[in-house]
C-alpha cells in the first residue's frame, strides 16, 4: 500500500526563517505527490503538486517541492516564513495507476513573531 | 473555478440519531471520496465511489456507514446510528475528468458533525 511519513508533527519557525516540512513516501513507482494546507476551520487546498514533469515544483504562497526519487522525498519548503503561513499541511500521494489518496499525518506550523 | 460544496456546514445530533451528509462533487468527475478528521488527529480516508459503486472502503467505513449518488449530481455519506466517537470534521472530495484523468483531488469545506 501507499504511504507517507511526514516527520515532525509541530514545526516552529521565526517569521522570515526558512520553512522546512518533510515528506517521504513509499513506493517502488514513483507515484503522484501532493501537498496541501489546512487553514484553521477550513477545507483542504492544494498548495502544489508533482505528477512526473520537472522535479522541482512551484506552489501557491510562495512555496516550493522537490521531488527527490533516491531519497522518496517531497519536501515542502519556503524560503521566508510569514504569519499567514501558520497551518496544519499534509502530504498526499495517489499511485499513478490508481485512484486513491494517501494522506500523511500532518505538520502543524508555528510562525512566531 | 470548480469546487466541491458540502452542506450543512454544521450539524449537531445526538446519539443514536441518523444523519446525511451531503456534497456535490465537481461536475464530470469520476471518483468521490469521504474522508473524515477527529479533532487534532490526521486525515483519514472512509471511502471512494466511481461508477456508481464502492471501490474502496477503509476498516472505519462499517456497516453503520453508507453513500450514495442518488441522482447524478448529489454524493451523500449516510451514517446510520451515530456514536460519540462519530464527532469529526468530513470532507467530501472529487477527482478525475472524463476527458483526462486530472491528477489532484479537490476538497470541500467539510462538515462538522458533533455527536452529543
Known amino acids: 500500500a501507499q504511504s507517507v511519513t511526514q516527520l515532525g508533527s509541530h514545526v516552529s519557525v521565526s517569521e522570515g526563517a526558512l520553512v522546512l516540512l518533510r515528506c517521504n513516501y513509499s513506493s517502488s513507482v514513483p507515484p503522484y505527490l501532493f501537498w496541501y494546507v489546512q487553514y484553521p476551520n477550513q477545507g483542504l487546498q492544494l498548495l502544489l503538486k508533482?505528477?512526473?514533469?520537472?522535479?522541482l515544483v512551484k506552489g501557491i504562497n510562495g512555496f516550493e517541492a522537490e521531488f527527490k526519487k533516491s531519497e522518496t522525498s517531497f519536501h515542502l519548503t519556503k524560503p521566508s516564513a510569514h504569519m499567514s503561513d501558520a497551518a496544519e499541511y499534509f502530504c498526499a500521494v495517489r499511485k499513478n495507476t490508481g485512484n486513491q489518496f494517501y494522506f500523511g499525518t500532518g505538520t502543524s506550523l508555528t510562525v512566531i513573531p | 473555478e470548480p469546487e466541491v460544496t458540502q452542506t450543512p456546514s454544521h450539524q449537531v445530533t445526538q446519539m443514536g440519531q441518523e444523519v446525511i451528509l451531503r456534497c456535490v462533487p465537481i461536475s464530470n468527475h469520476l471518483y468521490f471520496y469521504w474522508y473524515r478528521q477527529i479533532l487534532g488527529q490526521k486525515v483519514e480516508f472512509l471511502v471512494s465511489f466511481y461508477n456508481n459503486e464502492i471501490s474502496e472502503k477503509s476498516e472505519i467505513f462499517d456497516d453503520q456507514f453508507s453513500v450514495e449518488r442518488p441522482d447524478g449530481s448529489n454524493f451523500t455519506l449516510k451514517i446510520r446510528s451515530t456514536k460519540l466517537e462519530d464527532s469529526a470534521m468530513y470532507f467530501c472530495?472529487?477527482?478525475?475528468?472524463?476527458?483526462?484523468?486530472?491528477?489532484?483531488?479537490?476538497f470541500g469545506q467539510g462538515t462538522r458533525l458533533t455527536v452529543v
Open positions: 508533482y505528477t512526473s514533469a520537472a522535479t
Open positions: 472530495a472529487s477527482w478525475g475528468w472524463a476527458e483526462t484523468v486530472n491528477t489532484e483531488a479537490f
